[in-house]
């Protein structure tokens, strides 16, 4: 099977979704750069991170369109033309741009199938940069997810992969609700197994990237993989640590985290967002309130802290769930004792 | 341009189907069996009913305010289905969960009520997106109230549809309020200075005149179908009601809205209009005056007998599927 990173998968995903679906657009800022330029208006850019590279030199302006930078009118024009008969691929270049659009996903996208009675689809992509690493601040930086994740009439995806991104990006243009396809920039250089033909990741499906019966580890996006260090790290000790990968926060696979906290009986869940209303406490709820009596350690949450995102690396380092936080708190729950 | 005796008939009976369904809903309001908030369009009828009589149910798109109920109309929405919807039954047009200010017809291109101020541009450029990728000829109608004006999405929706030349018709109703503060006081410049900001042809009409809007919007449609990008209309309209019912409309001087109703009344204006110059005879827009009282009179009450949404309802419809 080939061996591609997670920027090719998702760049695979949109050129052959564009090329079996003519109403797939994809619309945002620098999607394809260069529109107007003195160099002669050729594709400059596919992308501020180079994900959509290629696609406008394949599809052409008409169907890959450099917005200006205006995200109330990309989320909002994505929105009116998934309701009118495109399936539009609109992106939010990162997420913590949804401060200043958020009326148009929440407010509009998200609410058209309720408010209108059930007889409005809306095949809305909206596609955006989550997560901290690169040091880039406090407004380029945050995990929003759970902020996404929130909101009744959205489906919010943060896959962990290369063949998850691909998969769930397929899946995400050929779906009828408006879906948010959340892409770490930790994770766009990682490399892994991706077929070559399309394919589908259903939504709502965690998955083992480790089974154990000691310990659970709960995670999604980036995180997963610090999970999967650790449980890799602990098995040196003879722990069996499993390690669920959501994939998908909305719709959220809570049969999959109650079996494996129920099997393991002590949990610790993984989010790199803010703690307070975030998916470890969302996780932590559920579980509590559906298998508390299987539990043999009080759950655990290692989360970001209930501060921006520094823009100095050393703090930033100290701001993110690592490898050696997570195996901390891990051992703790391994070793409590009732 | 010379309208035909039906397209005269057929504006007329538009514009006194909304102000018949508006003040009627006045009465139900006061009595309280009205749910929700009320936003009233009486007054505004020819801007609706100007544009809106030159647009195609299947292609072109209107996306409308929280005053929307006379667009609704104007774009063909069922009468009945929206009285239902205002009363949030079952048998609304959006199954009672939308309610006043969100009603939306798809089918008859209509995106939908829009209960945030400036929401739906960034919609209507989407849908005037659509019909130039998909090439159908379709154009998209942005309703914006003057209160909107000064929101940032329509600054955005506009330079957008100039930048990818789509095909949209800004229609701005200037009602001299936004909510209970003057648009004098709150609107800086003029709403057609700023559609020359953008490089886009704006112009302004009166309101009350049905004729005046007509031609505008004519021929800013037939640019826009035409692959001539969009462009702005200012409407000068005349609020008859408050922001909304049981607004007690402090701010306004105590005869202003009389003044409205005697002296820019559209539907008084419409009918001296066609009668003076003998296109149509008072008869036949008597006998539309009783045919629409009497459709209202039915709509009101049906609604009020119409059956709640069924407690499944409250879960149903948030996505097309979600495991």
Redesign the interface.
Known sequence: MPVITFREAINQALRQEMERDE?V?LMGEDVAGGAGGSAGGDEAAGGVMGVTAGLCTQFGR??V?D??I?E???????????????R?VAELMFADFVG?CF??IY??AAK??????????TPLVIKTLVGAGMGAGPQHSQAIYPLLTMV??L?VLTPSNPYDAKGMMIQAIR???PVIFCEHKMLLGMEGEVPEEAYTV????AKLTREGSDLTLISMSHMVNHCNTVADRLAEDDFSVEVVDVRTTS?LDTNAILESARKTGRVVVVDEANPMCSMASEISSIIAEHAFEDLDAPIRKVTAPHTPVPANPTLEALYLPSPDKIEMVAREALEYEL | MQLSREELLSAYRRMRTIREFEERLNVEFQSGTVPGFLHLYSGQEAIAVGICEQLDDDRD?I?STHRGHGHCIAKGVDVKGMMNEIYCKST???????GSM?I????KGM??A?A?VG?A???????????K??KTGGV?VPFIGDGATNQ??VA??M??AC??NLPVVFMFENNGYAEFTAASYATAGSIEARAEAYGMPGTTVDGADFFAVHEAAREAIERARNGGGPSCIEAKAYRFWGHFQGDPQVYREKDEVKNLRENFDCLKNFRTRVTEAALLDGDDLDAIDAEVLALIDEAVTEAKAAPEPSPEALH????????
Do not use: W
């Open positions: 109403k657009v008409e169907r369109i917005t200006p205006t109330s009118a990309i989320m909002g024009m994505g929105a009116g033309a998934a309701l009118t008969g495109l539009p200043v009326d148009q407010n509009q058209f199938r309720y408010m209108f009675g059930g007889k409005a689809r009744p009439g489906k779906d009828d609700d259903e939504f709502g499906k719709p | 798109y996306g609304g047009v959006c199954g009672g969960k939308g969100h939306a017809d798809l089918d995106l939908g829009n945030i929401g541009p960034p919609l209507a450029i989407g849908a005037a997106l659509t019909a990728t998909l998209a940032g999405t955005e929706a330079n957008m930048v990818l149903e419809d948030v996505y097309v599927s979600y495991q």
